[in-house]
């Protein structure tokens, strides 16, 4: 409050206490009528990117460091040494399966609790 004239900054739903005395709301997104929205095109279009790239980059990655030294050699002109290609390589094929196993978590959880609706 600035000197007693009110609210300096209005509070969004979001923001109020919840009814139960919680210290949050549970608020979720729908129409007027109560019935969820469904993701725009852009949306969708970008779940499913999410799901190509590291699924593409695991799949071109080749399996020898040499290749891949070669490749990023060629590709930018900067040379790798094949144990520094090793390293690269493996980080590249952890990133890949935890981005993958993190889209796949939230899609289970998404139809767990579609089922339980």
């Not at 993701?39 to 799949?59: E, K, N, S």
Request: charged share 15%; hydrophobic share 45%; glycine share 10%.
């Amino acid at each position: 409050m600035r000197f007693g004239e009110g609210q300096l900054v209005s509070t969004h739903r979001c923001c109020e206490a919840a009814p139960n005395g919680s210290d949050c709301a549970i608020i979720k997104a729908g129409t007027s009528d109560g019935v969820p929205q469904r993701p725009g095109f852009a949306r969708r279009c970008l779940d499913i990117a999410g799901w190509m790239a590291p699924g593409v980059i695991l799949a071109l990655v080749p399996k020898c460091p040499a290749c891949l030294a070669a490749y990023i050699a060629l590709g930018t002109g900067i040379g790798l040494s094949v144990s520094t290609a090793a390293y690269l390589r493996m980080l590249l094929v952890i990133l890949c399966v935890a981005s993958l196993s993190y889209l796949a978590v939230g899609r289970v959880r998404h139809f767990v609790a579609r089922v339980k609706r």
